[in-house]
């Protein structure tokens, strides 16, 4: 059996930009695509009748091919705002591969990593500049931006991780992180 054999490569991660050099793919994600993912909907769909579609984050990454043994790896960089209370977000997911783990290193910025187990055990923890943060396998991740700057992380997981969506799309996290008289705080939902 043939397997393809990489060339070995490097980039530069600009930490003071909180940026990757160079990247393979380049993805935008606007509150549209983002309609079953936060929490309040009335101020969502508002925003959007309003002609109000920002981009919430975007992710640049260097994806390999698909293959145990490979790494992807890229940098997020989520905007600061708002929708209501709630503070703008990544989807979040499980990865496909249940058992897969991912590691992120927070650049610029400062944000919270939720972190939920399909029992809802949930685990928030801060994510800044130096920060390294273990996402373990069977634990579904999402980031949140609590600044008022940017936030963006380096991560990297194993690139037939793979990414489910729809878990979290259907059932959501168990809590959400909102801003509360200047600061951000958890919030259980109730019924979950």
Same mark, same amino acid.
């Given at each position: @059996?043939?397997?393809?054999?990489?060339?070995?490569?490097?980039? +530069?991660? #600009?930490?003071?930009?909180?940026?990757?050099?160079? =990247?393979?793919?380049?993805?935008?994600?606007?509150? /549209?695509?983002?309609?079953? $993912?936060?929490?309040?909907?009335?101020?969502? !769909?508002? @925003?959007?009748?309003?002609?109000?579609? *920002?981009?919430?984050?975007?992710?640049?990454?260097?994806?390999?091919? #698909?293959?145990?043994? !490979?790494? !992807?790896?890229?940098?997020?960089?989520?905007?600061?705002?708002? +929708?209501?209370?709630?503070?703008?977000?990544?989807?979040?997911?499980?990865? %496909?591969?249940?058992?897969? %783990?991912? &590691?992120?290193?927070?650049?610029?910025?400062?944000?919270? @990593?939720? @972190?939920?187990?399909?029992?809802?055990?949930? &685990?928030?923890?801060?994510?800044?500049?130096?920060?390294? &943060?273990? &996402?373990? *396998?069977?634990?579904?991740?999402?980031?949140?931006?609590?600044?008022? #700057?940017?936030?963006?992380?380096?991560?990297?997981? *194993? /690139?037939? %991780?793979?990414?489910?969506?729809?878990?979290?799309?259907?059932?959501? =996290? %168990?809590?959400?992180? +909102?801003? #509360?008289?200047?600061?951000?705080?958890?919030?259980? +939902?109730?019924? $979950?």
């Amino acid at each position: @059996m043939n397997k393809k054999i990489m060339e070995p490569y490097s980039t +530069i991660l #600009e930490f003071a930009k909180g940026s990757i050099k160079t =990247f393979k793919k380049k993805v935008e994600v606007k509150l /549209s695509d983002l309609g079953d $993912f936060f929490f309040y909907k009335d101020a969502l !769909n508002l @925003m959007l009748s309003e002609g109000k579609n *920002p981009v919430i984050y975007q992710y640049y990454e260097h994806s390999q091919d #698909e293959v145990y043994g !490979n790494l !992807n790896f890229g940098v997020t960089v989520i905007n600061p705002g708002k +929708i209501g209370k709630e503070y703008y977000l990544t989807r979040g997911h499980y990865h %496909a591969k249940e058992d897969a %783990a991912e &590691v992120y290193v927070g650049l610029k910025g400062e944000g919270i @990593m939720l @972190m939920q187990k399909k029992d809802g055990q949930i &685990v928030h923890l801060l994510i800044k500049r130096g920060t390294v &943060v273990y &996402v373990p *396998p069977f634990w579904a991740h999402r980031t949140v931006n609590t600044g008022k #700057e940017k936030l963006s992380f380096f991560y990297v997981y *194993p /690139s037939d %991780a793979g990414h489910d969506y729809d878990v979290i799309k259907r059932g959501g =996290f %168990a809590e959400l992180i +909102i801003e #509360e008289k200047g600061k951000p705080r958890s919030l259980t +939902i109730p019924n $979950f």
